[in-house]
C-alpha cells in the first residue's frame, strides 16, 4: 500500500480498497476465511483501529459470527471465496429472513478460470436465489466506494447485501481516495424474538417482508448511481457489469453502455430504455448467462452467450474478437506464453507423505483442498480424488463401507489443519461412529499454508499473529473416539513409510498426524538450515531423488558418450544434482539416496 500525504491517494489492490471501504463504512466486527481470491481482505482490514477481526474455522462460522453483531446493532462484515458462500448458505438463507439491527455485508469473490478453485461458479445466483441486492464493482475505487453503498443498503431494507468480485478486481491495483471514517454506534441488546427467531409462524411473516423489500429495492435500482448509462455512438449497445465493464470499455470505447453496480435486483425501466435506444443490445458477462437471462425474461431482444464465452474469463480480446471478428488482427491476439506447473516448495513436508503414499499401489488416497493438492501432480501423482473441504475424510469413509472389510484395496483420506479445523472434524467424527475402516492422514504444517499462511485454531496464533489457544490434534482425535493416533515428521521417510503401512493394515479407523512446519513460515525462514549437495561421482542415476518432485532436484540425461566421457558407466542415462541456492535442508532426498551421493554441506 503506498500513500500520498499531498493528494491524499492510494495505489491499492482491489482487496486493499475493500478493506479500507470497510473501515470507512464504519464495520466494527468482520470474521472470514482465507480462500482466494478474498483473502488479502481480512489481513488489511485487522490493521486498522477500532474493527474487531478474526479468522473463523469456516465459512458458515464466519457468516454467524457477523450476524451476531449486526443483531448487537453494529455494522459488521463476513469475506469469503465463492465456494465458501456454499458452506454458509444455511446462515445466508435465513438471514435474509431475519434481517439485523446494524448493516451485514457478505464478500463473495468468484474466481472465473479456476485460477486457484476446483469449480467456477457465478455466485449472483445466491442473489437471486436468496432474495438479497449485489453489488458488483469493476475498479478498486468502486471496490471501496460501494462498501459504504452496501452497508446503507443492508440498514434501509434490513437485509444482508451481498459484493461479489472476481480475481480480477481482487488483485488488480488502482488509484483509491482516502476518506473519513463514518461514526460508529455502541453495541446493545435489543430483545427482538419476532424478526430473529425463525420458527415457522415467525417466518411466514417475515416471507412478506422480504417481498416487500425487494420490491423497494427493484424501485431504488432506477435511481442508483452505480447504475449508469455511458453515452456513444454507433448501433451497437452493451449491458455488463464489474470487471466486464472495462473489457467492452477497451475493445469498444466510442459504443453507449449501461453499466450495472446492482447486478440484482436489476432496473428493469432503465434496461428498457437503453435497450429501445440501440439498434443491437448485447450483453456481456463472465460465467453465467445472470443478465442475459432476466433481460430476456422482461421480453427484450438481445446477443450474449451466443457469441460471448461462457467458461473462463474475459479479456478485450475475446470480447472484441467475439462481437466483432473482422476487426481483429494478430496486434490484438494475447500472447501464447509457456505453462508454468506449480510444484510444492523445495523441504515441503507433504512431499514425504505424497512419496510414500504413491509406492502404495493398491492405496486410494481420497484428497482435499490445500497445497497438498499438487500431491495430484507428476511424479508424485499420488492423490485420486478432490471435491471439496473436508470431504477427504467423508468420501474415504464412504468408499470403505463400498469396498467392505474384504473388499480389494484401501482408503486413505490426506487433509491439512486448516483444512481439518474447517469441516474435516465432523467427517472424522462420523467415521469414528460408524466404524470406518479407512485412515486419515492430518498434514500438520502449523499454517493455512495455500492462500498465504493465515493462522487457523491449530497454530496458536490468532490474525493478528499474537498468541491463541492452540488445539491439541492429538487430543482431539482422541475425544472424537479415535483409537489410533500417531504422530510422525514427514521428512523421515523410511519411518513414515513404516508407520503409513502399519495404520493402512488395522482394521480400526486411525489418524497419522504429519507434523513439520512449512518451509515458507518466518521462523522457518529465519532458520540456520542444513543444505545438501550432490557427490556427481557417486550418482547412479537410479532417480530415487527426482522421483520426490523437489524443484531443487535437476535431472540431467546422458547420452553413452556423454555417460562416458563424464566417467559414468555407458548404461547410466543421467545425473541427479541439487541446487544449492534452493535446497532447504529437509534431507528427504539424502535418507532416500542408497550410493552416498547426497551429503550435507558443513559449514565453513
Sequence with gaps: MAFDDNDNKLWLSGNEAIALGAWEAGVQVASGYPGTPSTEIMGNLVKYEGVYGEWAPNEKVG?????????????????????????????????????GRGGLVVLTADDPQMHSSQNEQDNRNYAFAAKLPML???????????????FELSERFDCPVLLRTTTRIAH???????????????????????????????????????????????????????????????PRGFICAGT?????????????????????????????????????LIIVEELDPFLETHIRAMGIDCRGKDIIPDQGELNSFIVRRAVDPDSVGELFAPLDLPMRPPNMCAGCPHRGI?????????????????CYTLGFLPPLSAMDSCVCMGASVTVAHGMSKALGSEGT????????????????MTGLLNAVYNESNATVIILDNRTTAMTGHQNNPASGKNIKGEPAHAVNLEKLCA???????????????????????????????????????CVLLPEMVKANKPVYFTNLENCSGCMACVRLGCPAISWHPLTPAQAAAHGYGKKQKGYAEIAEVQCNGCGQCAELCKFAAISKREED
Design 244 to 280: 466486464s465493464y472495462n473489457y467492452v470499455k477497451e475493445a469498444f470505447p466510442e459504443a453507449p453502455v449501461l453499466k450495472l453496480g446492482m447486478v440484482w435486483p436489476l432496473p428493469e425501466q432503465k434496461i428498457r430504455d437503453f435497450a429501445a435506444s440501440v439498434d443491437e
Design 63 to 99: 457468516l454467524e459470527v457477523a450476524v451476531g453483531a449486526s443483531f448487537a446493532g453494529v455494522r459488521a462484515f463476513a469475506t469469503m471465496k465463492h465456494v465458501g458462500l456454499n458452506v454458509a448458505a444455511d446462515p445466508l438463507f435465513t438471514a435474509s429472513y431475519t434481517g
Design 479 to 517: 475425544a472424537l473416539g479415535v483409537p489410533r493416533v500417531v504422530v510422525v515428521n514427514p521428512h523421515a521417510i523410511n519411518k513414515t513409510r513404516k508407520v503409513l503401512t502399519e495404520e493402512i493394515a488395522s482394521p480400526d479407523p486411525s489418524v497419522v498426524i504429519s507434523r513439520a512446519p
Design 354 to 370: 505424497f512419496y510414500n503414499l504413491s509406492r502404495m499401489k493398491d492405496v486410494f488416497v481420497s484428497g482435499d483442498i490445500g
Design 172 to 234: 488488480v491495483k488502482g488509484v483509491v481516495a482516502k476518506g473519513e471514517r463514518v461514526a460508529t454506534t455502541a453495541a446493545s441488546i435489543e430483545k427482538m424474538p419476532a424478526k430473529f427467531v425463525m420458527l415457522p409462524g415467525n417466518a411466514r411473516m417475515r416471507r412478506v417482508e422480504i417481498e416487500k423489500r425487494m420490491t423497494a429495492a427493484r424501485g431504488l435500482a432506477e435511481t442508483l448511481p452505480e447504475n449508469r448509462i455511458e453515452e456513444g455512438s454507433g
Design 409 to 424: 484395496g484401501k482408503v486413505v483420506a490426506v487433509l491439512g489443519d486448516s483444512t481439518f479445523m474447517h469441516s474435516g
Design 136 to 150: 458488483e464493482p469493476s475498479d478498486p475505487a468502486e471496490a471501496k466506494a460501494m462498501m459504504t453503498t452496501a
